[in-house]
C-alpha cells in the first residue's frame, strides 16, 4: 500500500540537521570534559558512556516542530529518534581507561582534549600475542624441567591437562560474557562485577588484584633467579660455606635483589607507562626466539646431541661445580694421583687417605646429560620420583652398592657434592607450583578498549592462544622426557651440568639464548603486573563498592594510579620477602583459580536463567562446561593446597560481606539479583500450593503507619516494636496511605516512601515499604490489607497504633477507620495487633533489666496471645523480663485445677512462664457502671443530633473526660483500701445513696443539655458491656500495673454499626490506668501447637 508523507526541502533539512549535529557534539564534548556522562547514575562505571540514553536539550524542542514526525513530539523528551540512536551507534567509541594516557592541551578557553585515534588492533596484535606472552612464563625457563623429571612425563601431562582445560573452560565462558554486549575497558573485573554483582564483582576483583601483584613478585623472583644462578653467581651478597645455610643465603640474596628490582621497576612504571609498551615488543621477541631455540634444540639432538656429561658415584648424581675429572684417580706422568672429586669425600687428597663409605664402595661414571630424542630414555623418564627434603638425587636403573646416608641431613662431615632435593615434593605442591604457567588469558580481554572488534577477537584470540600454549607444554613435556636424562631433569638449578639453566642445554645455539630470554621475558611480565595491577584497583576503587579503597582511585593529572601503585608495590614486596618461587606460586594461583571460578559461575548463571539481555554472539558455550570449570577450579585450589584456598575463600568472603554491609548499593543487572528472583518466584509457586502448616506459622506483619503533615513516620516506635516481635525474620510489609490521587501525589508517595525506607533503616526493621494514594484513608487501608504480599509472601497479621484522641469530634472519620480495621481484619482471618502508648515501648538499642511480660488470656483465639510473649523476648531489649500467663475463673470453676491444668499446657508448649489464676464472682452492676454507660450514650447521642461548634464539641468531650477521670479515680482509691468490696453486691438503697453521691459532680452536664436520662431507659446489653471492662479493668490494673508490657485479648467490633462508638468506649475503658498495651485479637486458626 503506498503511503504519502510531507516533502521537506533537502538543504533547510541538512542545515538543521548539521545544526543539531553541532549542538549535539558540542553537548557530548561538554559531557566529556566533565568527567561524567550527564544522565548515567552512580550505578553505572564513571566513563561508561550509554549511546542508550538520549540528553535532549530543552532549548532544542522546536527543533522538531513542523516535521513529519510531529505525532511523536511528545516522546522526544524522552525517547531518542531511531536516527539520532543509530547515529550514536555507529560512532560509538570505547578507549582503554588508563593505558592510553590522554594528554591535555590547555588553552584560554579552558581545557580541550587533543582527538585521540580510534582503536585499530586486531585479533592477532590486540589478544593472542599479549595472551601467549603472558600464558609463557618464567615457570616454563625454570621449573617445567624439573616438574617432568619429578612427576614423570605422565603426571606431568595430568598436571598439564587439568591446568589446560581449566584455562580453556574458563575462556570458553569469558568469551560468552566478552561477546554478550560492548565490554569497556576493564576487562575481567569489569565482565565478573556486571555479571555476578559489586559483592561478588568487589571480592572477585579484589582476588584478581592480589592475584596479578603477588605474580609481578613471582616474575621478579624468577628474574633475580636467573640473575644469581646463571648470569652473574659471584654477585650473591651472603655466601655460606656450610651447606644447611646456603639456602638460607641465596634466600637473603633475593630478598635485597628483589627489593631493588621491585623499586626500579616501580619507578619505571611511574613514570611513564609508555615506556613500558615501547618495550613489549622486545619482551614478546625474546619469548617467541626461546620458545624456537627449544625446538632447535630438540632437532639437532637428533642430529649431534650436545655435549653436557654428568657426573654419579653409584646411581647418585654430583654437583661438577668444583672439579673438572670425573674420576677417582688420575694418572699423570705414570703417577697415580687423586683427583679434585677425591677431595671432596676423603679426608685428604692421598690415596690411602680415609673416604667417605659409599664413595669407597661405588664407582664413578660419565655419562650424557642430554642423550638426545632416540635414545629411549623417555622410558626411565615415564613416572615420578617423589621424595622429602633432603632426598638425593639418583639415577634409576643404575648399579649401586646402598650405604646408610641416603638422606644429606644423616651425614656429618665435610660438605658432598651429592644433588638433593630443596624441597620436600608431591603431585599436589607441583600443581600448585605449575598452575601460574597457564594463567594470562585475560591479557585479551583487559586490552577490550583498544580492539576494533572485541567481540570476535576476544574469543578466538584468546581460545586459539591457549590452544597454542598447551600445545607448547604438552609437546615440552614429552620432549624433555625424550630427550634430556632424568637426573638432570630432577636438578632445579642445573648443579649436575656445571649451573646451567636445565632447559637451556637443550636449546640451540646455545644455552645462552634461552637464558637471556628468560631474563628479559620475566622482566617484560614483572613490569606488565605492576602496571596492570595498580589500573585494576584504581577501577575497583572508582566504581565505589568498596569505601576504604576510594582513596586509591585518584592519581596524577594524565590519570596514572599512584596510590594504587605504591600500594601494589608494598604487596609485592610482601611475595618478595618468601624469596622462593615455589612458595609463592601457590598462593598466586589460589587467587587466579578463584578469579576463573566466577568466570564460569557468571557464564552458568547468565545462561540458566535465561535472562532477555543474554544474547552472546559466541555460540559454542553451554552451562555444563561453566559448571565443569568452576567445579575444576575449585578441585585444582585444593589439591594445590588447601590451607591457602580457605584463606583465598576467607578473604574473598570477608570483602564480600564488607561490601555488602558497608558498600555503596549498585544496580548493574547482575545475574546474583535475577537467580534471587528466580528463586523467589519458584518459593512463592511453591508455598501457593497449601497454607503453612501450624508448627511453621510466624506473624508476616502488615504494619499501618501514619505520617504527620511533613511526610515524616509519626510513631517510629511501631517500626521498634516490629523489630523486636521479628527478630529479622519472617515478611515485614509497612505500608501508608496519602489522601488525594496518585496524579496530584506521586511526588508525595516517592518521598513519603523514602522517609519511610529511612525511618525502617534507623530502626533496624527489614522488609518492604508501600506507600499508596487513594481517593480516602479508609479505601487505602481496606485495599492493603486486601492485597499486600505476593503468592504465598501474604500478611498474616496487622499490627497498628491506638488512636489516642478518637474522642476528639474532628477525629471521628479516625476512629471509623479504626473500627472498619478491625472487622475487615476479622473478615479475613488475620491476627490484628493494636499497641496503646506505642511512643512508650521501648527503642531497639534499649534493654529492659527485669519486669514481667503479663498476658491476660481470657478467650482462645488460636494462641496467639501465647506465642507473642515468647517471639518477643528473642529480642535483647525483652530478654531479661519474664512472663506471666493471667487467665480468669468464675464461680462455677475450680481455680487449683484451672491453675494445675493452665501449668501443664506451659508445660507442653515449652514455655516458661508464672501461671496465676484470678476469680472474677458474678456480681450486681455498679453505679459507677451506669454512669460510664449513661455517659457515653449521652455524648454519642449528643454528637449524632445536635450540631455543636468545633470549640463547644471540645469543650464538652473534656468535661466528660474530666467527670470520668475523677469518678473512676475515687472507685480506685476505694478499691485499694478495701480490695473486699471489688466484689461488693448492689442493693437498691447502696444504689440510690451511691447515685447522690455522683449527682453534684454529673450535674452540670445534665443541665447543660437539659436531659433528665433514667438508668432503666439505658441498653441493657451496653450496661453489662461496660460492666465487664470496668471489672476487668481493676483487676488487670490491680495485678499488672506496673508490668512491662500487657498483652491481652482484643474483643470483637459490633456487628450493629451503631455502636461503634460505644466499642471504642469499652476498650477504653477496658485498658486505662495501663502504660504499655498490646490489645491482640487472632485471626480464626491455630497459631501454637505442643505437637512436635
Known amino acids: 500500500m503506498p503511503t504519502n508523507f510531507t516533502v521537506v526541502p533537502v538543504e533547510d533539512n541538512i542545515a538543521s540537521g548539521q545544526e543539531g549535529a553541532a549542538e549535539g557534539d558540542a553537548y557530548d564534548s561538554a559531557e566529556e570534559l566533565s568527567g561524567r556522562p550527564s544522565s548515567v547514575t552512580g550505578a553505572e562505571t564513571p566513563r561508561e558512556n550509554s549511546p542508550f540514553i538520549n540528553s535532549i536539550d530543552p532549548d532544542r524542542h522546536s527543533y522538531y516542530d513542523g516535521k513529519n514526525m510531529a505525532l511523536f513530539e511528545e516522546e522526544m523528551d524522552s525517547a531518542p529518534m531511531v536516527s539520532s540512536l543509530l547515529n550514536k551507534l555507529a560512532n560509538y567509541t570505547n578507549l582503554t581507561q588508563g593505558v592510553v594516557e590522554h594528554e591535555e592541551d590547555e588553552t584560554e578557553d579552558g581545557v580541550k582534549k587533543v582527538t585521540v585515534k580510534g582503536p585499530q588492533m586486531g585479533t592477532f596484535i590486540g589478544v593472542y600475542l599479549p595472551c601467549v606472552q ?436 608494598g604487596i609485592c614486596e610482601i611475595g618478595i620477602l618468601i624469596a622462593s618461587l615455589d612458595l609463592v606460586a601457590p598462593i598466586l594461583s589460589m587467587f587466579f583459580l578463584m578469579c576463573y571460578l566466577f568466570v564460569n559461575l557468571a557464564c552458568a548463571v547468565q545462561t540458566l536463567l535465561r535472562t532477555p539481555n543474554w544474547r552472546p554472539r559466541f555460540k559454542f558455550y553451554h552451562w555444563t562446561l561453566s559448571f565443569l570449570g568452576m567445579s575444576l577450579c575449585l578441585s585444582l585450589m585444593f589439591i594445590s593446597s588447601w590451607y591457602y584456598a580457605l584463606v583465598a575463600m576467607l578473604i574473598a568472603g570477608c570483602i564480600y560481606k564488607y561490601i555488602e554491609y558497608r558498600g555503596a548499593e549498585k544496580e548493574w543487572g547482575d545475574g546474583i539479583r535475577g537467580l534471587s528472583l528466580n528463586a523467589a518466584h519458584y518459593a512463592l509457586v511453591k508455598l501457593e500450593e497449601a497454607p503453612p502448616h501450624t508448627k511453621n506459622w510466624r506473624p508476616q506483619i502488615l504494619v499501618l503507619l501514619k505520617l504527620d503533615t511533613d511526610l515524616a513516620v509519626k510513631h517510629p516506635r511501631l517500626l521498634s516494636l516490629t523489630t523486636q516481635l521479628k527478630a529479622g525474620k519472617g515478611l515485614t510489609i509497612v505500608s501508608s496511605v496519602l489522601e488525594g490521587t496518585y496524579m496530584t501525589r506521586r511526588a508525595d508517595a516517592k518521598q513519603s516512601e523514602q522517609n519511610v525506607r529511612a525511618t525502617m533503616s534507623s530502626e533496624r526493621t527489614k522488609g518492604f515499604s508501600h506507600v499508596v494514594v487513594s481517593s480516602n484513608l479508609r479505601d487505602g487501608f481496606s485495599h492493603l490489607i486486601q492485597s499486600a504480599g505476593l503468592g504465598g509472601m501474604k500478611h498474616n497479621t496487622v499490627l497498628m497504633a491506638w488512636p489516642v484522641n478518637w474522642k476528639q469530634a474532628e477525629n471521628s472519620l479516625c476512629c471509623q477507620n479504626f473500627i472498619e480495621t478491625v472487622r475487615e481484619t476479622t473478615a479475613a482471618h488475620q491476627c490484628l495487633l493494636v499497641a496503646k502508648n506505642i511512643d512508650h515501648f521501648p527503642a531497639n538499642n534499649e534493654c529492659l533489666n527485669g519486669g514481667t511480660i503479663d498476658v491476660w488470656w481470657i478467650v482462645h483465639d488460636g494462641g496467639l496471645l501465647m506465642l507473642l510473649p515468647f517471639l518477643i523476648r528473642q529480642h ?99 478499691a485499694t483500701t478495701s480490695p473486699d468490696r471489688v466484689h461488693m453486691t448492689w442493693t437498691k438503697e447502696k444504689l440510690v445513696a451511691e447515685r447522690n453521691r455522683n449527682r453534684e459532680a454529673s450535674m452540670a452536664v445534665r443541665d447543660m443539655f437539659n436531659m433528665k436520662p433514667e438508668w432503666e431507659n439505658l441498653n441493657q446489653s451496653n450496661v453489662r458491656r461496660m460492666h465487664t471492662a470496668v471489672k476487668l479493668n481493676e483487676v488487670v490494673v490491680s495485678k499488672s500495673q506496673g508490668s512491662r508490657l500487657v498483652l491481652l485479648n482484643m474483643p470483637g467490633p459490633p456487628k450493629n454499626r451503631g455502636g461503634d462508638e460505644n466499642y471504642m468506649e469499652f476498650l477504653e475503658v477496658l485498658i486505662e490506668g495501663l502504660d504499655r498495651v498490646l490489645l491482640v485479637r487472632g485471626g480464626g486458626r491455630e497459631v501454637i501447637t505442643i505437637y512436635s
Open 134 to 569: 603472558n600464558i609463557l612464563g618464567v615457570i616454563l625457563f625454570l621449573r617445567l624441567t624439573w616438574i617432568v623429571g619429578t612427576a614423570g612425563i605422565m603426571g606431568s601431562l595430568a598436571i598439564v591437562f587439568m591446568c589446560c582445560t581449566c584455562t580453556m573452560l574458563t575462556a570458553i565462558s569469558m568469551s560468552a560474557i566478552a561477546t554478550n554486549g560492548v565490554v569497556p575497558a576493564g576487562g575481567s573485573y569489569y565482565m565478573i562485577s556486571r555479571s555476578l554483582g559489586p559483592e561478588f564483582g568487589g571480592a572477585v576483583g579484589l582476588c584478581f588484584y592480589l592475584g596479578t601483584t603477588f605474580a609481578g613478585s613471582l616474575y621478579i623472583l624468577g628474574t633475580i633467579e636467573i640473575l644469581l644462578t646463571y648470569i652473574v653467581p659471584n654477585a650473591a651478597l651472603f655466601v655460606s660455606e656450610k651447606p644447611e645455610g646456603q639456602q638460607n643465603a641465596m634466600l637473603n640474596n633475593m630478598r635485597v635483589y628483589g627489593t631493588c628490582c621491585l623499586v626500579l621497576m616501580a619507578l619505571v612504571v611511574f613514570v611513564g607507562v609508555k615506556y613500558v609498551n615501547k618495550l613489549a615488543l622486545v619482551f614478546l621477541s625474546c619469548v617467541v626466539l626461546s620458545i624456537m631455540a627449544i625446538y632447535a634444540g630438540v632437532i639437532k639432538t637428533i642430529i649431534e646431541p650436545p655435549d653436557f656429561p654428568i657426573c654419579l658415584l653409584g646411581n647418585r648424581s654430583l654437583q661438577n661445580c668444583d672439579f673438572d675429572l670425573c674420576q677417582k684417580l688420575e694418572v699423570v706422568n705414570n703417577v697415580t694421583k687423586t683427583t679434585q672429586l677425591w677431595g671432596l669425600f676423603c679426608d685428604n687428597t692421598t690415596v690411602d687417605a680415609t673416604c667417605d663409605d659409599y664413595f669407597n664402595l661405588n664407582n664413578v661414571t660419565e655419562i650424557q646429560g642430554i642423550p638426545g630424542l632416540l635414545s629411549g630414555v623417555i622410558s626411565d623418564n615415564m613416572w615420578g620420583d617423589y621424595g622429602p627434603n633432603g632426598m638425593l638425587v639418583e639415577k634409576k636403573n643404575q648399579p649401586s652398592i646402598p650405604a646408610d646416608d641416603k638422606f644429606e641431613d644423616k651425614y656429618e662431615g665435610p660438605p658432598r657434592p651429592y644433588v638433593f632435593n630443596d624441597i620436600a615434593t608431591c603431585f599436589t605442591l607441583l600443581v600448585g607450583i605449575y598452575f601460574p604457567s597457564v594463567t594470562g588469558i585475560m591479557a585479551g580481554s583487559n586490552r577490550s578498549g583498544d580492539l576494533r572488534d572485541a567481540q570476535r577477537s576476544i574469543p578466538i584470540g584468546t581460545i586459539v592462544a591457549i590452544a597454542t600454549t598447551s600445545f607448547i607444554y604438552i609437546s615440552c613435556v614429552v620432549l624433555f622426557g625424550a630427550c634430556i636424562e632424568g637426573v638432570v631433569l630432577r636438578d632445579k638449578f642445573g648443579d649436575s651440568v656445571k649451573r646451567n639453566l636445565v632447559i637451556g642445554t637443550l636449546s640451540w645455539p646455545s644455552p645462552w639464548v634461552i637464558v637471556i630470554g628468560s631474563f628479559f621475558s620475566c622482566c617484560g611480565a614483572g613490569l606488565q603486573s605492576l602496571t596492570g595491577a595498580p589500573r585494576l584497583l584504581q577501577a575497583i576503587a572508582r566504581d565505589g563498592i568498596v569505601p576504604f579503597l576510594q582513596v586509591f582511585g585518584h592519581g596524577k593529572s594524565n590519570g596514572e594510579p599512584t596510590w594504587a601503585l605504591l600500594l601494589t608495590a
Open 876 to 974: 535483647k531489649v525483652w530478654r531479661k523480663c519474664k512472663m506471666r500467663i493471667f487467665t480468669v475463673a468464675h464461680l462455677d470453676d475450680n481455680s487449683i485445677q484451672m491453675k494445675k491444668d493452665l501449668q501443664k499446657f506451659m508445660y507442653h508448649l515449652r514455655l516458661d512462664a508464672e501461671v496465676e489464676v484470678v476469680e472474677m464472682h458474678e456480681s450486681d452492676i455498679s453505679a459507677f457502671t451506669y454512669e460510664k454507660t449513661l455517659v457515653m450514650e449521652q455524648r454519642s447521642q449528643m454528637l449524632k443530633q445536635m450540631q455543636l461548634s468545633k470549640t463547644e464539641r471540645e469543650r464538652e468531650a473534656q468535661l466528660i473526660h474530666d467527670r470520668n477521670t475523677k469518678a473512676h479515680a475515687s472507685l480506685n482509691d476505694r
